[in-house]
């Protein structure tokens, strides 16, 4: 059952990765003469965020910021394949939003509905300030 779920991972980092892909060569984002440097701050970028979201789900490691992480990854991907006219990819990205969601919130043992409210906010930027003390 584990080799299932890390496959079902695998794939989900997989098509993420295609969206992002699919949105960046529709904009022809980064430009030729930055593309270096742009693709090495959003694999950073990215690396962090992975580093959070895969805490929770495979070490159980509490973190409602990783959460946020997840919802603010996905939506501008989302948002751009709907940009670019690829619908039904979109959809596809968005099911697969979800499950990451839903999985990250069951780990952290919250529902959809603390996701709007204040205090989940208010924990998150704890987090946050509780990381930049380190």
């Not at 079902?8 to 529709?26: D, E, K, Q, R, Y």
């Not at 159980?60 to 910021?65: A, D, M």
């Not at 603390?114 to 509780?130: G, P, Q």
């Amino acid at each position: 059952m584990k080799a299932l779920e890390q496959f079902f991972h695998f794939c989900i980092v997989c098509w993420t990765l295609a969206g992002i892909g699919a949105v960046n060569s529709a904009l022809n984002f980064p430009p030729d003469d930055y593309q270096g440097v742009a693709y090495f701050i959003f694999f950073i970028i990215l690396g962090v965020m992975g580093n959070k979201i895969s805490g929770v789900i495979y070490y159980g490691v509490r973190s409602y910021l990783s959460i946020i992480f997840s919802i603010f990854f996905y939506l501008p991907i989302i948002i751009g394949l709907l940009y670019v006219e690829q619908i039904l990819f979109s959809s596809f990205v968005f099911i697969l939003s979800i499950a990451v969601i839903n999985k990250l919130l069951s780990k952290n043992s919250l529902k959809w509905k603390n996701i709007f409210r204040f205090r989940f906010y208010y924990r998150s930027y704890f987090e946050v300030k509780k990381k930049l003390k380190k």
